[in-house]
């Protein structure tokens, strides 16, 4: 017994003897922690960062194109709500067609108002290049007026329509003009002075806009 007390003391006891009187089985070792794979890299290939998004192959601009190609085809006027939901990325798309000479000018028409609807800021000057424009077809024109209309200020509205107003050939291009003009105090005189230019018989045409202007 006093063999087995000094063997134990200096750490020879055989196991299951002094360091484990009572028989008891030794606890089980814990397995050694699982080392993850490392992922190869090929040759001359940086890793990529941690949290890094994996790039997507695609993009919007085919699905907004083609849903720009639908509303373009509907039968009767696009609610402007539908033009809003393109967003910003239908303005490139709609400049793009609106300035289009061998587009239809129905098509270019239809694009023009989209773009009012939308109402980007650096769509403005499109539209008062298009509604200014002499030698650009009457409906495009037209849907040009109505546009800057709505998205100049009635002060600016004056000075880009009050010459369509006072030279346009065609007559219902002049009657839009004095009806968007008419929507605004400021432009009610302009109104007035074009209808003493006007042939008797053409001047039923402005009653619309002289009833908004109050005469």
Do not use: Y
Not at 67 to 91: C, F, K, Y
Not at 113 to 123: D, F, M, N, V
Request: charged content about 20%; glycine content about 8%.
């Amino acid at each position: 017994m006093f063999s087995l007390l000094l063997l134990s003391v200096l750490g020879l006891a055989p196991q299951g003897a002094a360091s484990n009187p009572q028989g008891a089985n030794p606890p089980a070792a814990s397995p050694p922690a699982a080392v993850p794979a490392l992922k190869q890299v090929p040759s001359g290939e940086a890793p990529a960062p941690m949290g890094a998004v994996p790039a997507t192959g695609g993009t919007d601009v085919e699905a907004v194109r083609g849903r720009i190609s639908a509303l373009l085809g509907m039968n009767g006027p696009v609610p402007p709500e539908d033009w809003r939901a393109l967003g910003s990325a239908a303005v490139p798309i709609l400049e793009e067609l609106a300035l289009d000479s061998h587009a239809l000018p129905t098509r270019r028409a239809r694009a023009v108002e989209g773009l009012a609807a939308i109402g980007a800021p650096k769509s403005s000057t499109l539209l008062v290049k298009l509604a200014r424009g002499e030698h650009e077809p009457f409906i495009v024109r037209l849907a040009a007026v109505r546009g800057v209309g709505r998205v100049l200020s009635p002060s600016r509205q004056l000075v880009v329509l009050r010459p369509v107003l006072e030279s346009a050939q065609e007559l219902h291009l002049r009657v839009v003009a004095a009806e968007v003009l008419s929507r605004h105090a400021s432009g009610c005189s302009a109104v007035r002075a074009q209808l003493k230019s006007e042939a008797p018989e053409s001047r039923a045409q402005f009653e619309p806009a002289l009833q908004r202007c109050g005469d």
